[in-house]
């Protein structure tokens, strides 16, 4: 249904090998708006764990097609839904570097952890936050049933010989996290806390990293032409932003994951590396505008198929 496509990764995996620019990000220097913690501060940690759970959903789904990504002001300044989550947690940490603590949590009621993502206008507009609130009850839950902490996790797995593949086993089935067989937010937060300039998480297994797929990864690697869709109905769904089965977004999702796992060998970037610089891309090449091909740094090498779009699927995945 979907496969690799062999040249086009090998050409990729050139440019990220001799490209100068293709660095992790540190998850500290303000971004697009987008204040993040401070460094060596109480609470980072804690923030983190919980804010990268709920990295999910932010777009509208319409008639069974994908509608638009989600926007919100705030402080009069308007984010798109990662954004707007992370915007919101900082400023509740802000307030109180405490606030995303397990226990600290676990007071909260359903309007208060409502209230940490309210936009100008005083309104909580996370397309699903149905599933962000049932996620915030099971990973409270989650770690007083274990009598353990964030940063108890990070200091177990730090002892470890691999600290990362130490983490990983550590937070499988953590709510918000391991009910994903490719744990792109597992994989996330790993890199956050890797990249931070603390250092939280002090990897000597780098190989145990996977590649982190979302849905701006799918949307480039489709456009591209790093997949390639041989299914004529999925080709027209993706193309024309109709909702798809669960079958059909694996089917995408699980060549996608194979062809960065590609590129990061290849290459010799750390997946932290490649992620960002798909992550970054992604504004030349966004949901609901024309793509900015001339700007491009691939352009030479990409297939241009621009009218393919991202899996349309809702899912807590990310």
Same mark, same amino acid.
């Given at each position: ?44 940690? +804690? ?82 936050? !149905? ?41 499988? +089935? ?23 300039? !603390? ?14 797929? +979302? ?31 669960? +079958?059909? !977004? ?69």
């Amino acid at each position: 249904m979907v496969r690799v496509d062999q040249k086009r990764v090998g050409a990729f995996s050139e440019y990220l090998r001799r490209a100068g620019d293709v660095q992790p990000f540190d998850f500290c220097t303000a971004s697009e708006g987008v204040v993040f913690p401070n460094r060596n501060r109480r609470g980072v940690v +804690d923030y983190f764990f919980f804010c990268t759970a709920h990295q999910f959903g932010f777009w509208y789904l319409k008639d069974g097609r994908y509608d638009r990504p989600a926007f919100s002001r705030v402080d009069g300044i308007e984010h798109k839904g990662s954004d707007f989550l992370s915007r919101c947690a900082t400023r509740a940490w802000l307030n109180d570097e405490g606030f995303f603590a397990p226990d600290s949590l676990a007071k909260r009621s359903d309007t208060e952890l409502s209230a940490v993502f309210s936009d100008d206008q005083g309104k909580n507009p996370l397309p699903m936050w !149905e599933a962000h609130l049932d996620i915030a009850r099971r990973y409270v839950e989650w770690f007083r049933a274990r009598k353990t902490s964030p940063e108890a996790i990070l200091n177990e797995a730090n002892r470890s010989a691999a600290p990362l593949t130490a983490f990983l086993d550590r937070c499988a +089935d953590m709510p918000g996290y391991g009910e994903d067989p490719l744990r792109k937010k597992l994989m996330l937060l790993a890199v956050i806390l890797e990249n931070r300039p !603390e250092r939280f998480l002090r990897v000597t297994d780098p190989e145990a990293f996977m590649p982190i797929i +979302d849905y701006h990864l799918q949307r480039s690697a489709l456009r591209t032409g790093l997949v390639r869709v041989d299914d004529p109905s999925l080709r027209e769904k993706l193309a024309a932003r109709r909702e798809v089965t669960a +079958d059909e !977004e694996k089917a995408v999702r699980d060549a996608t994951f194979e062809a960065v796992r590609q590129l990061v060998r290849d290459s010799g970037r750390s997946v932290a590396a490649v992620d960002y610089f798909f992550f970054t891309n992604r504004r030349r090449c966004p949901e609901m505008t024309e793509p900015e091909c001339a700007k491009c740094p691939v352009q030479p090498i990409c297939a241009r198929e621009t009218r393919l779009f991202q899996p349309v699927l809702r899912t807590t995945y990310y």
